[in-house]
């Protein structure tokens, strides 16, 4: 039999703990398997809302939802970072036995494992790069990276508990001192949660120190993601015109054509995919109202909704057609009662309710009534 290299047997003779044992691997693999679900099911809702595949619809009721759904995709996101952590330090002997592969099945096992560290890591990583907005560290397209990591992760964890079944059903009960340890990480992954949930739950802003964002910093009492500057929307002047187009016509409104409509005052939020939200009261024409004017109120059609910056991923969205017609989704002129911002989406923007904050489209300058 081949011996292990000194080295390794050193270290893992250095990182020994009486406190490990196969049931408090378990516990953590199952919390982190938990938090693991969570997340990868919100994460797929929220992919699929942004790049919706022809079956999926995504209602504009509750008001809340998207906010909710996106909020614990975050939220137990970075949970898992001390979990994963834990259950790391729980096997870390492992890592170092000898020989590496007993058999091809615990050569498979063990890369189902790797495979299962690396994609966890990458998924934590990244996705901790995107709520902090640090793209620059990312040379990768984040959205395509993240979502296809996340079907090996999960699909990795399945294969990974699917193995471990009869350990966890055969491990002894957690003594006190491992019900500690339980406990200590339990309550890191709380202080995590507390930390930087404030972002969306506004009444703990103040104890979320670790927040990217928080729900009332920014221009008119509103967290902004891109500016307009950033965006490159140069100032808009007289001569902004806003371009309705349906079956019955096309129409171009100024910027007081659109004070003179009927106006209307929602209540909704701003859900970001990066986890923060803020409510704010919007006042605007409802999108309806124009989609009358050019004949398609009544009619089971989405809408291109069209900005004004030159590119960027994001640069239209789509409505689709029951939220377009939904009474509270507007072209927004105001904030809190005032003109809106630059940065915000002056001279008008999208807000509908339900709707991720990437598809809350600014500077507007199009709506185009599409085709079935």
């Not at 893992?12 to 953590?28: E, N």
């Not at 910027?255 to 003179?260: F, G, M, P, Q, S």
């Not at 009544?298 to 239209?316: C, F, I």
Request: a positive charge; aromatic letters at 8%; proline letters at 9%.
């Amino acid at each position: 039999m081949v011996r292990p290299p000194d080295a390794l047997t050193a270290l893992s003779r250095r990182f020994t703990s009486p406190l490990r044992s196969p049931r408090l691997t378990a516990h953590l693999g199952l919390w982190l398997a938990a938090a693991f679900t969570v997340c990868f099911a919100t994460g797929l809702l929220s992919h699929a809302i942004q790049h919706p595949p022809g079956w999926f619809h995504w209602p504009a009721r509750p008001v809340q939802l998207y906010r909710i759904t996106q909020g614990l995709h975050i939220a137990t996101g970075l949970a898992c970072f001390p979990l994963l952590t834990a259950k790391v330090w729980s096997v870390f002997p492992k890592l170092f036995a000898w020989p590496p592969a007993r058999s091809v099945p615990h050569a498979l096992e063990r890369g189902a494992v790797a495979l299962l560290s690396g994609a966890a890591l990458f998924e934590l990583v990244t996705g901790l790069l995107n709520i902090a907005y640090w793209y620059s560290l990312m040379p990768f397209g984040f959205v395509g990276a993240h979502y296809w990591t996340a079907w090996l992760l999960i699909g990795a964890m399945l294969m990974h508990l699917a193995a471990k079944l009869p350990v966890i059903q055969a491990a002894p009960p957690a003594d006190r001192s491992r019900r500690n340890v339980l406990a200590l990480v339990g309550a890191a992954a709380g202080v995590i949660t507390v930390a930087t949930v404030g972002q969306t739950v506004r009444p703990l802003r103040r104890l979320s120190v670790l927040a990217p964002r928080l729900p009332d910093v920014g221009p008119q009492g509103l967290p902004v993601n891109k500016t307009a500057a950033a965006a490159g929307v140069a100032t808009v002047d007289a001569s902004y015109r806003l371009q309705v187009s349906g079956p019955g016509g096309r129409h171009a409104f100024s910027l007081a054509d659109l004070e003179a409509l009927p106006q209307h005052t929602a209540t909704l939020p701003i859900a970001c995919v990066e986890g923060w939200s803020a409510t704010a009261e919007w006042t605007g024409v409802r999108v309806v109202d124009l989609l009358r004017l050019v004949g398609a109120a009544d009619l089971d059609l989405p809408v291109a909704v069209e900005s004004l910056q030159p590119a960027g991923a994001y640069r239209t969205s789509t409505l689709e057609a029951g939220p377009a017609r939904d009474p509270l989704t507007l072209l927004a002129l105001r904030v809190g009662g005032a003109p809106l911002h630059p940065d915000h989406g002056y001279p008008c923007r999208l807000i509908a309710p339900n709707r991720p904050g990437v598809l809350q489209t600014k500077w507007v300058g199009a709506l185009t009534v599409l085709s079935a």
